[in-house]
C-alpha cells in the first residue's frame, strides 16, 4: 500500500498562509489522479483541489483564486500552498489518490484564528 504523509498545518491568522506538503511512499503521480481534501469537525469530507496525470488542475469554489495544487513527482511529493486563509478553511487536510485508495494518512490539521 502507499503511504501517505501529510505536513505543514498549523495555527494562523485570518489572511495568512500555509503551504501542505503530502510525501508518497512510492511513485503514483505519473499514473493517478491526485487530491487534496479536508474535513472539519461535523462536516463531511470534500474535495477542495485536484491534479490530473496530464498536471491539469481543478478546485473547489470555496479555495479558487486562493489554493494551488502542484505536485513534484521526482520527490513523490503533492504540495497545497494556501493564501487568503478563513476561519472557514480550518480543518483536517488530507491527500489520496483519484479515485480515492482505501488508505488515508493522518492528515494535517490546519486551524485559521478569528
Known amino acids: 500500500q502507499v503511504q501517505l504523509v501529510e505536513s505543514g498545518g498549523g495555527l494562523v491568522q485570518t489572511g495568512g498562509s500555509l503551504r501542505l506538503s503530502c510525501a508518497a511512499s512510492?511513485?503514483?503521480?505519473?499514473?493517478?489522479?491526485m487530491g487534496w481534501f479536508r474535513q472539519a469537525p461535523g462536516k463531511q469530507r470534500e474535495l477542495v483541489a485536484r491534479?490530473?496525470?496530464?498536471?491539469?488542475?481543478n478546485y473547489a469554489d470555496s479555495v479558487k483564486g486562493r489554493f494551488t495544487i502542484s505536485r513534484d513527482s521526482a520527490k513523490n511529493t503533492l504540495y497545497l500552498p494556501m493564501n487568503s486563509l478563513q476561519p472557514e478553511d480550518t480543518a483536517v487536510y488530507y491527500c489520496?489518490?483519484?479515485?480515492?485508495?482505501?488508505?488515508w494518512g493522518q492528515g494535517t490539521q490546519v486551524t485559521v484564528s478569528s
Open positions: 489520496n489518490r483519484l479515485p480515492v485508495g482505501v488508505y
Open positions: 512510492k511513485s503514483i503521480f505519473s499514473i493517478n489522479a
Open positions: 491534479i490530473i496525470s496530464s498536471g491539469y488542475t
